[in-house]
Nanobody, 122 residues
Framework: QVQLVESGGGLVQAGGSLRLSCAASGRTFSTFAVGWFRQTPGKERESVAVISWNGGNKYYEDPVKGRFTISRDNAKNTVYLQMNSLKPEDTALYYC???????????????WGQGTQVTVSS
């Protein structure tokens, strides 16, 4: 069993930065791929970025390429999402998810956090 807790969200002006953290419990976390997803009211959950179990593979959705960076520290059981040059359209509830399958489809992930709100003002 893996439990995930996101933190680092908040209110920031457009052009600003935030770093989200996804802290995990469970010894097997280092074997899981981890994805960041986001959702706004009335819209489907969408992928943001994914990282493989050892950090060797990373994937970013087009809207965040060049602005967001996903990384992980398995010794700390934590995955990060550095978000720079934030835009109002990045406003959403951000979730991290863990699973044995590396991919951007939210359905392949088994464990989910409760989410952290990111609000970008214009």
């Amino acid at each position: 069993q893996v439990q995930l807790v996101e933190s680092g969200g908040g209110l920031v002006q457009a052009g600003g930065s935030l770093r989200l953290s996804c802290a995990a419990s469970g010894r097997t976390f280092s074997t899981f791929a981890v994805g960041w997803f986001r959702q706004t009211p009335g819209k489907e959950r969408e992928s943001v970025a994914v990282i493989s179990w050892n950090g060797g593979n990373k994937y970013y959705e087009d809207p965040v390429k060049g602005r967001f960076t996903i990384s992980r520290d398995n010794a700390k059981n934590t995955v990060y999402l550095q978000m720079n040059s934030l835009k109002p359209e990045d406003t959403a509830l951000y979730y991290c998810a863990a699973g044995l399958t590396y991919g951007s489809d939210w359905s392949v992930y088994d464990y989910w956090g409760q989410g952290t709100q990111v609000t970008v003002s214009s």
